[in-house]
């Protein structure tokens, strides 16, 4: 690592850590509030029991120029925070033994910090197997990993995959992809071993195949290694869900970083794409296009999140031909691999209702859903009515058979 790397924060950094910071934020409340509602439940199995946030490559918290990245921040939040500072248990380790005793000394420094019931543990060891191996010998706590290294050594998928397949919920990663890094090495058999537990073996060879074999440019190469590091990830471990977004280099169209999500709960993948959302430098007629307006059919899950929102009616219209479903029913059903936000369906959907395309039910609460998943008409109770420009995730909506 450079001598000059901590000196003054980038902008890509500083949105890195306002995007760790702010999912942090929302998992830990929804993660809190599971295990008080466990605890209210099952009192004997003991109160205030842990969530942990682990960065195994976490530099010294704060650049020379005062700007904090994420340790710091993340423990700001827990002092503040009552219930975090009963819960919270935090790991965080860099292998340069320099660099974790400027972050000791910067976590010291935090005011306050002494109220937090885990004291946070500052470790100083290279991640490798060995780390791999504690992990899948635990059952973890409600987990959240942020793995930024330094180019690519220490990232592998045994890793993601001891923390995502371990915990039974709640245990996700946040990756920091150093794309211009390992699109150098892939063909590089110095570091062939560094390669092979990123991808694998198998998906290595198909991958080298691919860019070495066709006259792909430059942008379509950066797509295929995210497409397949993204599949890699998928087939590895339990992960239902990959979310990327990427950064560019400043004052240049080329590509540093790819920040990506790997989560098995829809909830995170939600959250997490709202947060993206209000950060993406770019938008396609009002989507969040996750900077991948290049892709093709060519990368299935990374051509998904470039469509633009103009494609979203007819992509609804084709999905549901027939069927009525709540509008949290089409949401939930269709925005997974997609760039569209909540938001976006609900705009959308009114407008489709004012063009005439879809048929709403015009009024709140007329029906209810029996045991058996049916729409039954509730004429038992007087139904309220739907305020206007209103779309509520309960209004049902019914798509023409016939597009």
């Known amino acids: 690592m450079t001598d000059t790397f901590f000196q003054n924060q980038k902008d890509q950094s500083k949105i890195k850590a306002e995007i760790v910071e702010k999912y942090f934020g929302a998992w830990s409340r929804i993660m ?5 509602a466990n605890e209210k439940q099952y009192p004997q199995h003991g109160k205030n029991k842990p969530i942990a946030y682990i960065d195994l490559f976490a530099g010294q918290g704060i650049y020379d120029d005062g700007n904090k990245s994420t340790p710091i921040l993340i423990l700001e939040k827990a002092v503040q925070d009552s219930k975090l500072q009963k819960r919270l248990l935090t790991i ?9 005793k400027s972050l000791q000394e910067n976590i010291n420094s935090i005011p306050n910090i002494q109220n937090l019931s885990y004291k946070p543990q500052v470790t100083n060891f290279e991640v490798g197997e060995e780390i791999v191996n504690y992990f899948d010998n635990r059952q973890l706590v409600p987990t959240l990993m942020f793995l930024d290294p330094f180019g690519y050594k220490g990232l592998s998928l045994k890793l993601i995959k001891s923390i995502v397949n371990r915990g039974n919920w709640g245990c996700e990663c946040i990756i920091f ?12 058999s110095i570091v062939e071993n560094y390669m092979i537990d990123l991808f694998t073996e198998k998906t290595l060879q198909k991958l080298r195949n691919k ?7 430059s942008s379509q190469k950066e797509l295929e290694i995210i497409e397949n590091f993204s599949q890699a990830v998928q087939e590895e471990t339990d992960a239902k869900y990959i979310l990327p977004f990427r950064f560019k280099k400043e004052n240049q169209n080329k590509t540093s970083h790819h920040l990506i999500f790997v989560t098995k709960n829809f909830k995170g993948y939600q959250i997490m794409k709202e947060v993206m959302a209000k950060r993406s430098s770019d938008n396609t007629h009002g989507s969040v296009p996750f900077e991948y307006n290049p892709a093709t059919r060519e990368q299935p899950l990374l051509f998904s999140y470039s469509q633009p929102l103009n494609d979203l009616p007819s992509l609804l219209l084709q999905k549901f031909t027939g069927k009525t479903l709540t509008m949290k029913e089409i949401y939930e059903e269709h925005n997974v691999g997609t760039p569209y936000i909540e938001l976006n369906y609900r705009e959308v959907l009114k407008q489709m209702e004012m063009e005439g395309k879809i048929t709403v039910n015009p009024k709140f609460g007329d029906y209810y859903v029996d045991q058996n998943g049916n729409y039954i008409l509730n004429d038992k109770r007087k139904p309220k009515k739907r305020r206007k420009n209103s779309f509520t995730e309960e209004v049902l909506v019914t798509f023409p058979k016939n597009i």
């Open 211 to 217: 860019l070495n074999n066709s006259n792909l440019s």
């Open 177 to 188: 992809f150093s794309y211009d890094g390992i699109n150098r090495a892939i063909n590089n």
């Open 92 to 100: 965080f380790n860099d292998a340069d033994e320099q660099i974790s």
């Open 32 to 36: 809190i509030s599971i295990l008080e």
